[in-house]
């Protein structure tokens, strides 16, 4: 029987795609507007088995995350803005000590308490370089609730894979939608488990994880008696050590590589109408949504707007950009923050097309309309009053 | 006094029915192999390498399966001990020993969890953790390393500083009252709280032992030297000195008389407050079980 669509709020997707995945640990601490997460998962996870606790802030919430996944279970957290900022040391725990997790961010409008119902996209370079310290970070924006579903999946995937935290970019308006959605049979998803590394206790310090080969750490209270730090340690036995800057380096350049050498593979970017676009749209999240109706709105007066959609916001989407730069004149950016990743797109792009960037941050999300004038001034030649 | 509203709480008094347990030390030879290593970064005449070698005794001398027992540490001196002992170890971040160890627990219930922190890892950057454990009442053991002081940055004042001690942040004498850890861990809800000191060996490894083997937030504050800052810019660096002055100091709580607890004069030592109250853990087993009972219908 194919399942019949369903009324479904973009929070709500989060919950069940974390459910769905085999997240069975949850914790988290009330923020508007990713709250209804927490509600959710408050009846959700005693009924399939997991835990939900409420704690008393973000930083004993992503701490939890962190002791739950290091006890084996798929474990998550998800806030807002304030919250997110708090997360940041343990983000970086979690980073160094290469511990899967997810992290939901619903962003809103910022800085400090900010606009706190009203979405925002100005927290995509603190999900990139939040924490302090040298690292990567994957982290994936959905636009519609079909895909807070699919890229909740999609992000315990990665992080049991990479082992590491996985951020979704979701925001207030996406978190707060209600669209009518379909979601897959849950027999159809692929589910990354966590596995044992296929060696004796005795063998596991001193085989290595590689590049292309990255093993699952053996569960807390296991005959493996593994240590988890937070100080720098060395790569093949978990043992730290800050005295050797051979151990340190080696460390470091493992943490940025383990996630940039397999960037092209984790990177996932949506490209609408792009074959013979001579101007692109870059935008992402809910902002796409926008984006995407401009591209239908030009198609139907035959002018060449295509839309690039980075569905994986880090790694940054390196291929497809390029792809991009070589095709088209102009790469428009409009985006709910002041020019924080068309900063990232103008560098990649590195001269070969212009870029335009168009922000906002009064908390309202941008209109096809305002995206229809930057296009407009592109394609000034063109013969508007015929449409 | 209990800070805690709480119906189901009943409190035993300490010298009911209930006796910590006695455990023999063991052998060196015997604890040995419970260490990493034989080096540590601890200064000689710190008591920290005292405490870990108490824990050993009270985990060998319960007789738990090692291979179900994880130590969650924060950060200071005291939190340096996950990376030396042989058991799964976590050494987390400043202050977020307990958050984590909270996971740890949910997430596997049949697993002895030990948190080791120092006072300011646990009272300062942690105390909201701290109280938070202890009112959920989850079946961990807290073993704070008080030595008074923030050792590991190099002798600045903590909560547990005394009124007009000397540190490197508190040159002219603290201004601030401090904390009784063990006080706090019972208003916010432990149900086990006890107090030992490195110059009483037996009964340290007791009170630890008792803690662990408690179901339920177990509290043992462990009193501690540092006689390279504390005590040197306090009262002795002399380690030996430092240690006869707890041995004056501390008083078994049955002959503690009523009234303050001062370090330089006197505290209680021993089984401090003893209870029992639903236990978070068990707690959330049973709302999982009533929620897929109400589902099956
Ligand atoms: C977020 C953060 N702030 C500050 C520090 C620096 N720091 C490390 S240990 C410590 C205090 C240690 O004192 P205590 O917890 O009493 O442990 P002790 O060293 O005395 O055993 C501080 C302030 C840190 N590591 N992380
Ligand atoms: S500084 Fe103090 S607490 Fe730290 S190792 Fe030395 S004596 Fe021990
Ligand atoms: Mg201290």
Redesign the pocket.
Known sequence: MPASPILMQGNEAVAEGAIAAGARFFAGYPITPSTEIAETLSRRMPEVGGSFLQMEDEIASIAAVCGASLAGQKAFTATSGPGFSLMQ?MIGFAEMAQIPCVIVDVMRGGPSTGLPTEPSQGDVMQARWGTHGEHSVIALVPSSVYECYTLTVAAFNLAEQYRTPVIVLSDALIGHMREAVTLPEPGSLRIAERGIPDCEPGEYDTVMSDLDNILPRPPLGSAFRVHVTGLVYNRRTDAPETGDPEVAGDLGRYLREKIYHHRDAIARVEEYEMKDAEVAIFAYGSVARSAKAVVKWARARDVPVGLVRPITLWPFPTLAVDRMAEQVRTVIVPEMNLKQMSWEVQAAVSGRAKVVDFGRVDGKLITPTQIEELVRAEFYYHDWSKS | MSALIDEQRIESPPESDYKLPRINPHKTSEIVPWLRTPKTIWCPGCS?GTITRALIDAILGLELDAEKVVIVA??????RIAQYLEYSTVHA???RALAVATGVKVADPSLRVVVA??????SA?GGNHFIHAARRNIDLTALI?N?S?????GG?M?PTTHTGDKSTTSVHGNVEAAFDLSELAHAAGATFVARGTAWAYRQLVSVIAGGIAHKGFAAVEAMAA?PVYYGRFNLTADPAEFLKGQKEHAVPASKFEEGESRLHEQYPVGLLHHGERAEFVTSLARVREEAQEALRG
């Not at chain 2, 924060?74 to 939190?79: A, E, T, W």
């Not at chain 2, 002081?149 to 940055?153: A, K």
């Open positions: 040391e | 920290n924060g950060i200071g001196c005291s939190g971040a400043h202050g922190m120092g006072d300011g890892d646990c950057i390393f030595n002081i923030y050792g590991m940055t600045q903590s540092c």
